[in-house]
């Protein structure tokens, strides 16, 4: 299993958002550290490194760190505002 590791931006924008969305999020999260490599919504980011989880509406960039066993979470927006 891998650890979860928040930037300042995603923490900012979790607490920013509605509760249930929040909340849906950090599920969404945890599922994808069980096993980040069969984990669904989830596509390699071209142009840069990392990956991105579709959550409704939202998008979750984040990057993985297979020796130290951990995602980290860069960036959480609207589908619209993420990629600018």
């Known amino acids: 299993?891998?650890?979860?590791?928040?930037?300042?931006?995603?923490?900012?924008a979790l607490l920013k958002m509605p509760p249930?969305?929040?909340a849906?999020?950090?599920t969404k999260l945890a599922d994808l550290a069980q096993d980040p490599l069969a984990a669904r919504n989830v596509?390699?980011?071209?142009?840069q490194p990392g990956y991105r989880l579709r959550v409704g509406g939202w998008r979750v960039?984040?990057?993985?760190?297979?020796t130290r066993l951990l995602v980290r979470v860069m960036e959480?927006?609207?589908?619209?505002e993420i990629y600018k």
């Not at 299993?1 to 900012?12: F, G, L, N």
């Not at 596509?43 to 142009?47: A, E, P, R, V």
């Not at 959480?76 to 619209?80: E, F, L, M, Q, V």
């Open 1 to 12: 299993m891998y650890s979860i590791e928040y930037s300042k931006q995603a923490i900012r």
């Open 76 to 80: 959480i927006d609207t589908r619209g």
């Open 20 to 22: 249930n969305t929040a």
């Open 24 to 26: 849906l999020i950090r």
């Open 43 to 47: 596509k390699k980011l071209t142009g």
């Open 61 to 66: 960039l984040y990057l993985l760190d297979g």
